[in-house]
């Protein structure tokens, strides 16, 4: 993906056991510090054509 | 060339006749000058329209999948390792097969051919060094390296790797010095550029699935992009579905993919779609040292597990 063009940091691989709860939780925040960093996604998103852009 | 047309001929009208196949797949010359067609041969009189040429551009793997038949079929080096891939899938089993293996000097680019006829092309003559378009009023004569497919510039197995007889006497290999320079170039684009050049890669995509069904490895009963129960991606033409469709048939083709250019030969619109699938390859190479279908006793490399396997993206 990252091939593509998505940026590094959007897309996250883990491997959690369902008894890890802390690690979970602490994948979660690390996860959403770094999208935080990047912003909103504007790649991959599919628009409907509104109003506006007609 | 003819005379691997010749050789064909005859091993299919023996192999016929003997009842060691009920069907030859092979080619037939096309109705267009640049273009052979799939044939399917059933008779010694009908292997007498088999032809072999630079031509041959698509991937007659795709016509065995799940056959029960006993067949004899037609292949060059790369569909040679789609064969392969298919015994170990499952899809046929090579005592079905009769295979007759062509070494394989390159198909000559469409696209290259077109651009230099100075008008409708009647025939193209292929001896494996030079190419001689004719047409309506005009005849050129051109080196075969000159108008080669991109993937057969870059071929690593020109040789069948599996064959029950050979219809010529084998071909040396190719020295490539830098396999994936087209990759690498991509690559070295920032996420940015990255995402717009393949945004307009595919801007032309009319979504027609020729480079899908032209493909031997896409051979689900019914594929994610026309399953709607549940509809994994919009059949718009949508950019983002046009763009899912091109990344999850590269990931499918992952580590099984052997570059053999039916894809691009097939597509109307001349997209270039083996960008994605020659990524997926080099990293098979880079991060398991596996090419698709050299062994019949090896596994796709996405098809195993080895302890020492990459997984540094796995946090």
């Not at chain 2, 393949?198 to 699935?209: A, H, N, P, Q, V």
């Not at chain 2, 709607?228 to 469709?245: A, F, I």
């Amino acid at each position: 993906m990252e091939f593509v063009g998505l940026e590094e940091d959007r897309l996250h691989f883990s491997w959690i056991s369902s008894a890890e709860a802390v690690k979970f939780a602490d994948v979660a925040k690390q996860v959403a510090e770094k999208v935080k960093v990047l912003g909103p996604n504007k790649k991959f998103v599919k628009r409907y054509p509104t109003k506006d852009t007609e | 060339m003819d005379a691997y047309t010749d050789k064909i001929k005859e091993i299919s009208k023996k192999i016929l006749s003997e009842g060691k196949v009920d069907v030859v797949i092979g080619f037939r010359k096309g109705t267009l000058g640049y273009m052979s067609e799939p044939y399917m041969a059933k008779s010694e009189k009908e292997a007498e329209n088999l032809v072999f040429d630079c031509n041959c551009r698509m991937n007659l793997v795709n016509y065995v999948t799940n056959r029960k038949d006993k067949v004899g079929i037609v292949v060059k080096g790369c569909d040679s390792r789609n064969l392969v891939t298919h015994i170990i899938e499952n899809k046929i089993k090579r005592e079905q097969l009769y295979i007759i293996g062509v070494p394989c000097t390159g198909l000559a680019d469409k696209k290259a051919l077109l651009d230099l006829a100075e008008g409708e092309i009647t025939s193209v003559e292929d001896d494996n060094e030079t190419i001689t378009i004719k047409g309506d009023g005009f005849e050129k004569k051109v080196a075969k390296s000159d108008v080669l497919q991109s993937n057969c510039k870059t071929c690593i197995k020109r040789n069948p790797v599996i064959f029950d007889e050979l219809a010529g006497p084998e071909v040396a290999e190719l020295e490539i010095s830098d396999r994936f320079a087209d990759v690498d170039e991509v690559e070295k684009m920032s996420a940015d550029e990255r995402w717009n050049f393949f945004g307009e890669l595919l801007s032309e995509c009319t979504r027609c699935y020729a480079c899908r069904n032209a493909c031997p490895l896409c051979y689900c009963p019914t594929c994610f992009v026309d399953e709607s129960r549940p509809q994994w991606v919009g059949k718009s033409d949508n950019e983002t579905d046009v763009l899912t469709y091109h990344f999850l048939r590269a990931f499918h083709d992952a580590g099984r993919c052997t570059d053999c250019g039916a894809c691009e030969a097939a597509c109307p619109m001349d997209i270039k779609m083996r960008y994605f699938t020659r990524k997926t390859i080099k990293d098979c190479v880079e991060k398991y040292g596996s090419e698709a279908g050299m062994e019949l006793d090896k596994r796709p490399a996405l098809d195993q597990y080895k302890i020492n396997d990459p997984n540094e993206f796995i946090k």
